[in-house]
């Protein structure tokens, strides 16, 4: 049909499924098959090619998206209203499935539409599953119920197989969306092609791209994300002036650790998309160290004890310090823990200011082996101090007991205690 | 595959989404489609003779002695009891007067999930809306009782009814089960002869019944089992495919109707008509099988092949959590 090759330009790389989509439709007036079940993976243009498809064969159609209509009364609504297209003062009021298909089979009558199929697209059909039961077997049926040419279109993510229970009911008529193949992607990001840049250059940036992430990711959006993302830095050479678009091994040196970086972190955003950008624009700019969320410190073996010492104390209450740190457990009667509930939990709180001597008492009974309490330590308690790790309150002139505070964050005393293997978790009042 | 089809009118190109009154291959593929839509009664059930007898016998008692009766017709899912009843209901509307002596309520599980809305059915369907105005009623049977005796023809007899309840075990779930109690007490005494008829898909479901209720039933049963042998499956593939003997174009639908005979014949067709058989005996199944063969008719294509019947079956038969794990 002449109809559908326009389609070959908004919907590519879909020809075998918009074909079986189209057999079973088939003329307006005739039969159509009374449920059909579409399912594939995300992003597998399942909801696009069912819309364009109906869109262009001026069928009389409904879509409902199941997670907007989440009750069964929206629901029900929703169809008769759109398909009647009344305005807003006489809509419909339904609230269960008798009603539903006694005023269908009227705006059926009204509207003459007995002669045409009428197509209801429920996208996001799992969510049917957990309205009331009598939904999915209905609209399964909906053809028997309402004795008119009607045809109920599911579109989900997942497999036929979950959506049974109970006594069962009528069987749809399973249609499958494949993913998309290599070339079949790269078809589909070269349309995303910014329009001051050749088609090719960028079809070679997503060739690029593709290299690196298929074995790892093949979902579209995601990919479209990233190429979109990291097209800048590509192409920031260019601007610079420093290669032109041939240079291809330059660009690609250029981009390749920022995509080996970008591949760590694909799907899981931890940052925003923003602030990625900003992060490679300053990482051009200046040759400074990697993102704080996962940097390492390195600090002597002594300073990593302090700075865990540290974190314990601020972090736990000073009655606690008996029962975590005596070396002789005796079955003294142990006092009543609050339920967890009811304490506070001293995190959110934030960190509470220490002595000194508190400091290196939970030192030396953490560290192992016997420590001499020579200059050194202290020296670099205050170097802790100096690179903010730790921070001095009471100010300056109290020489006799100073007090400290910890100013680091629990997963940053994580991972420096995992470089000493020390369970810090174990020791810490919140987690008991 | 032996004779070729004439196409009667010139090669068109399947282009074209113009309606063609007169393409037998179009008209072909409209009534091969309404054969395999959901709700078209097929035109023989076999191997449910006897129970189809027993129905029959049953309901026209009540007709035209006024005799109460209740029943359950038991069966596994697309073992053909709905259609057991339209057919039977067909038979019997073709008795004279038979719609005026008896009147029909058809009540379904799924959409009347309430004894309130099912009596608005009841009254919606008896066509006693006006009767009924704006009354208020003190309970469901007062109800019932009311729209009942509105029935009554002017001589104190009053007309038999048939109650269909589709997906009966549904109805054992609401509330008290009023409804049923009501129903199968009305039955049991002598005011108004009525007819209950229950399809149900559960063989428990005698269990879901109130003791109440399962003592004023009148514990009659129709199994109605899938006992098709592979023979009768293939009689019943051959009538889906059939073209009707009313057909415009004689001689293409003798043709056409030979060369689904030879097609059927063929081993390969027979292995995939097993395998299927072997899976699932419903006649649903054999449906989904053939809708891919039949939307696929074209001008370019204006027989059923046995391949598109092999590519049909693989894709019905496709473990669709392999498909999706590729």
């Known amino acids: 049909m002449e109809d559908w090759r326009v389609l070959e330009d908004t919907v590519p790389c879909r020809e075998k499924e918009i074909e079986n989509i189209l057999a079973l439709m088939g003329q307006k007036d005739q039969m159509t098959p009374a449920s059909v079940f579409i399912y594939g993976h995300t992003a597998t243009g399942k909801s696009h090619v069912v819309n364009s498809l109906l869109k262009i064969s001026q069928v009389p159609y409904v879509l409902v998206n199941c997670v907007e209509c989440y009750s069964s009364r929206f629901l029900y609504e929703h169809i008769l209203n759109n398909l009647s297209h009344t305005n807003h003062t006489e809509q419909y009021r339904?609230?269960?499935?008798?009603?539903?298909?006694?005023?269908?089979?009227?705006?059926?009558?009204?509207?003459?539409?007995?002669?045409?199929?009428?197509?209801?697209?429920?996208?996001?059909?799992?969510?049917?599953?957990?309205?009331?039961?009598?939904?999915?077997?209905?609209?399964?049926?909906i053809q028997e119920l309402t004795q008119c040419n009607v045809c109920v279109m599911f579109i989900s993510e997942i497999v036929w197989d979950k959506f049974r229970s109970g006594t069962g009911s009528c069987e749809p008529y399973i249609l499958q969306f494949p993913d998309y193949s290599k070339d079949d992607l790269m078809k589909i990001m070269s349309l995303d092609c910014p329009t001051d840049y050749d088609v090719d250059f960028y079809s070679n940036f997503t060739n690029l791209v593709l290299s690196v992430f298929h074995l790892v990711c093949r979902d579209l959006k995601e990919l479209r994300h990233l190429t979109m993302l990291n097209f800048d830095k590509y192409i920031e050479p260019i601007q610079k002036g420093e290669a032109t678009m041939n240079d291809s091994r330059k660009l690609w040196r250029n981009i390749e650790p920022h995509l080996r970086k970008a591949l760590q972190t694909v799907y899981l955003r931890e940052v925003s998309s923003a602030q990625w950008e900003k992060l490679q624009m300053e990482m051009s700019s200046t040759e400074s160290t990697a993102m704080l969320s996962r940097s390492h410190v390195e600090l002597p073996f002594y300073s990593k004890y302090l700075l865990i010492a540290a974190y314990i104390a601020s972090y736990n209450p000073v009655k606690s310090d008996r029962r975590f740190f005596k070396k002789v457990s005796k079955m003294t009667r142990r006092a009543a823990l609050m339920k967890k509930k009811e304490r506070a939990s001293n995190h959110l709180l934030g960190p509470k200011p220490f002595p000194l001597d508190r400091l290196l008492a939970i030192f030396y009974s953490i560290v192992e082996g016997r420590v001499a309490p020579t200059a050194n330590i202290f020296s670099q308690i205050t170097s802790l101090v100096s690179i903010h790790l730790l921070g001095q309150t009471a100010g300056d002139d109290q020489i006799e007991m100073p007090k400290y505070k910890c100013l680091i964050s629990l997963d940053f005393i994580r991972s420096v205690s995992r470089t000493v293997n020390f369970d810090v978790l174990s020791h810490l009042y919140d987690f008991m | 595959m032996g004779k070729k089809i004439k196409v009667k009118s010139p090669a068109k190109p399947s282009k074209e989404l113009k309606v063609i009154d007169d393409n037998p291959t179009f008209m072909v593929q409209n009534i091969l489609r309404t054969k395999l839509a959901q709700f078209t009664l097929p035109d023989d059930l076999t191997g449910l003779e006897k129970e189809k007898s027993k129905l029959y016998d049953l309901i026209n008692r009540t007709a035209s002695t006024g005799e109460s009766n209740s029943v359950l017709v038991i069966g596994?899912?697309?073992?053909?009891?709905?259609?057991?009843?339209?057919?039977?209901?067909?038979?019997?509307?073709?008795?004279?007067?038979?719609?005026?002596?008896?009147?029909?309520?058809?009540?379904?599980?799924?959409?009347?999930?309430?004894?309130?809305?099912?009596?608005?059915?009841?009254?919606?369907?008896?066509?006693?809306?006006?009767?009924?105005?704006?009354?208020?009623?003190?309970?469901?049977?007062?109800?019932?009782?009311?729209?009942?005796?509105?029935?009554?023809?002017?001589?104190?007899?009053?007309?038999?009814?048939?109650?269909?309840?589709?997906?009966?075990?549904?109805?054992?779930?609401?509330?008290?089960?009023?409804?049923?109690?009501?129903?199968?007490?009305?039955?049991?005494?002598?005011?108004?002869?009525?007819?209950?008829?229950?399809?149900?898909?559960?063989?428990?479901?005698?269990?879901?019944?109130?003791?109440?209720?399962?003592?004023?039933?009148?514990?009659?049963?129709?199994?109605?089992?899938?006992?098709?042998?592979?023979?009768?499956?293939?009689?019943?593939?051959?009538?889906?495919?059939?073209?009707?003997?009313?057909?415009?174009?004689?001689?293409?639908?003798?043709?056409?109707?030979?060369?689904?005979?030879?097609?059927?014949?063929?081993?390969?067709?027979?292995?995939?008509?097993?395998?299927?058989?072997?899976?699932?005996?419903?006649?649903?199944?054999?449906?989904?099988?053939?809708?891919?063969?039949?939307?696929?008719?074209?001008?370019?294509?204006?027989?059923?092949?046995?391949?598109?019947?092999?590519?049909?079956?693989?894709?019905?038969?496709?473990?669709?959590?392999?498909?999706?794990?590729?």
């Not at chain 1, 339904?94 to 009603?99: E, K, S």
């Not at chain 1, 957990?130 to 209905?138: G, R, V």
């Not at chain 2, 009966?168 to 199968?184: I, K, M, S, V």
């Not at chain 2, 019943?236 to 014949?265: A, G, M």
């Open chain 2, 76 to 326: 596994p899912r697309g073992a053909g009891k709905s259609s057991l009843i339209r057919k039977v209901l067909s038979e019997l509307r073709q008795q004279k007067n038979f719609s005026k002596n008896l009147l029909q309520v058809h009540l379904n599980g799924l959409l009347q999930t309430d004894d309130r809305i099912a009596l608005k059915e009841i009254t919606r369907q008896l066509q006693l809306e006006n009767t009924v105005g704006d009354r208020v009623f003190g309970s469901f049977s007062e109800n019932l009782q009311f729209l009942l005796d509105a029935l009554k023809a002017g001589d104190q007899k009053s007309k038999p009814v048939l109650f269909v309840l589709d997906e009966f075990d549904l109805f054992a779930h609401h509330r008290n089960q009023t409804l049923l109690y009501n129903l199968f007490d009305i039955s049991q005494s002598a005011q108004t002869p009525i007819c209950v008829i229950g399809l149900t898909c559960r063989l428990d479901v005698i269990e879901l019944l109130e003791k109440r209720v399962k003592s004023r039933f009148s514990h009659r049963q129709i199994h109605v089992f899938n006992n098709l042998t592979f023979q009768d499956y293939c009689k019943v593939c051959r009538n889906l495919l059939y073209l009707p003997t009313d057909f415009k174009h004689e001689s293409y639908s003798q043709i056409w109707n030979s060369h689904i005979d030879e097609l059927l014949e063929e081993s390969v067709v027979q292995d995939v008509l097993k395998r299927q058989y072997h899976l699932n005996k419903d006649v649903r199944g054999l449906q989904n099988l053939l809708i891919d063969p039949v939307c696929k008719l074209s001008e370019l294509n204006p027989t059923l092949t046995t391949s598109g019947i092999v590519d049909s079956f693989k894709q019905i038969t496709t473990d669709c959590k392999a498909a999706v794990l590729h």
């Open chain 1, 94 to 141: 339904c609230d269960n499935m008798n009603d539903f298909i006694r005023s269908f089979q009227q705006i059926i009558e009204e509207k003459n539409y007995k002669d045409h199929t009428v197509y209801i697209v429920l996208d996001k059909a799992e969510r049917l599953r957990e309205m009331e039961a009598n939904i999915l077997p209905s609209f399964l049926r």
